[in-house]
């Protein structure tokens, strides 16, 4: 009996002894992943343009705001602002798309009001945080200049 006490004893020591491992492998993993996380991860501000209140313009008024929404994209892009920019294909109520590498919502505000497209009411927006790895177009900082 005495011999079987050991043995229990000791298998029980021997479980704890690695599941408190396991336990201490399960934290340290958890600390491992959640710091990459913050390191190789990094908020940016998605927003949807969508179709504006007032899109009444003749289209000699369309095309200078256009041209002017396009000017206003590249000077944003130039100062390390939007890392991504782009229209939709089809004609729906969401016309394009920007990511900007702003510090706050109310920044990407002020920047979408200098648009002449938004300006205008031919394109509204709606802005949500949205993640990723600050690689490729979303190195932070200003890009390499284009003309």
Known sequence: MRRIFCTLSV??????????AKA???????TIVKKL?????RQYWF?????GPNR????VTAAKIQEG?????????NEGKIKVAGPFGDDGKWR???????????EVEALLKTDPAVAAGR????????WTAPIGSFTPGKPQQTE
């Open 69 to 77: 929404h396009m000017a206003n994209i590249k000077r944003l892009y």
């Open 47 to 51: 927003v949807m343009l969508l179709a």
């Open 37 to 41: 996380a913050v390191d190789q991860i």
């Open 56 to 59: 009444t313009q003749d289209a």
């Open 96 to 106: 394009g798309i920007f990511i900007f590498d702003c510090n706050t919502k109310e």
């Open 24 to 30: 201490q492998n399960t934290i340290v993993k958890d």
């Open 123 to 130: 394109l509204a927006f709606d802005i949500h945080p949205w």
């Open 11 to 20: 298998t029980v020591s021997l479980v704890c002894t690695v599941n408190s």
